[in-house]
Nanobody, 124 residues
Framework: QVQLVESGGGSVQAGGSLRLSCVAS????????MGWFRQAPGKERERVAV????????YYADSVKGRFTISQVFAENTGYLQMNSLNPEDTAMYYC?????????????????WGQGTQVTVSS
């Protein structure tokens, strides 16, 4: 059973940075794509960033373009989300998601595996 474990969340002031990590285990295959999603209280889940390492494709939500960077260490089944210039609107629970083989369109593909989430809180 594939498991995803996120880390790196926390509380920062506006303008600060955080780096989220996601480690995938329980699979003999390399994780082809990882994504980061977030959900704030009372809001729908938002697709923040997706990376398809096998095809070298990325996707970013307009709200984070230029501030967030997604990356993946393919050989280690580990993904990262570098978040800079954080603002209070970025406050949410952040979830890592992964697909092992088939990725689909990074803008809308469904993900099979999900982590438990890590909280990010940005104060003004």
């Amino acid at each position: 059973q594939v498991q995803l474990v996120e880390s790196g969340g926390g509380s920062v002031q506006a303008g600060g940075s955080l780096r989220l990590s996601c480690v995938a285990s329980g699979t003999a295959y390399r994780v082809n794509c990882m994504g980061w999603f977030r959900q704030a209280p009372g809001k729908e889940r938002e697709r923040v960033a997706v990376i398809n390492s096998s095809e070298d494709k990325t996707y970013y939500a307009d709200s984070v373009k230029g501030r967030f960077t997604i990356s993946q260490v393919f050989a280690e089944n580990t993904g990262y989300l570098q978040m800079n210039s954080l603002n209070p609107e970025d406050t949410a629970m952040y979830y890592c998601a992964a697909n092992i083989i088939y990725c689909g369109d990074p803008r809308g593909a469904d993900f099979k595996y999900w982590g438990q989430g890590t909280q990010v809180t940005v104060s003004s």
